[in-house]
């Protein structure tokens, strides 16, 4: 089979259920998305599994232990449970807001969300 590679389209999926991906990554630090984009970009910031996607693009996925050692190499706090209402809070209070939809996108979640933190696009567009 001279010219052709056998590829193995769907295991990656098996390799990935229990890491961790880029977009999750970011959510679990106190760090923009550009930023992280860029220490993988620049090497500072080494992914545990590469999936490429095309010529052009890789998924990138880690394991727990290396978003923990890199929070902590790049002083960036981690988001957790306990204190993911004060973060939010806190980029609420420092967010610039001049000529915002923001504000009443927050006020109108904060009025319909239920115990199960799920707001209904409906109603928030309605409010």
Do not use: C
């Not at 809070?89 to 001049?98: D, H, Q, R, S, Y």
């Amino acid at each position: 089979m001279a010219g052709y590679e056998l590829s193995d389209l769907f295991n990656w999926q098996d390799e990935v259920k229990d890491l961790i991906s880029q977009l999750e990554f970011v959510r679990m630090v106190d760090v923009q998305a550009e930023t992280i984009e860029r220490y993988i970009r620049e090497g500072r910031v080494l992914p545990d599994l590469e999936v490429p996607l095309g010529d052009r693009r890789n998924f990138k996925y880690f394991i727990e232990e290396t978003v923990i050692k890199f929070a902590s190499q790049f002083g960036w706090d981690l988001i957790t449970a306990a204190n993911m209402k004060d973060k939010f809070m806190a980029m609420v209070k420092a967010m610039g807001m001049t000529f915002s939809y923001k504000p009443v996108l927050l006020k109108a979640m904060l009025e319909h969300v239920p115990e199960n933190g799920k707001v209904r696009i409906a109603d928030i567009v309605d409010y």
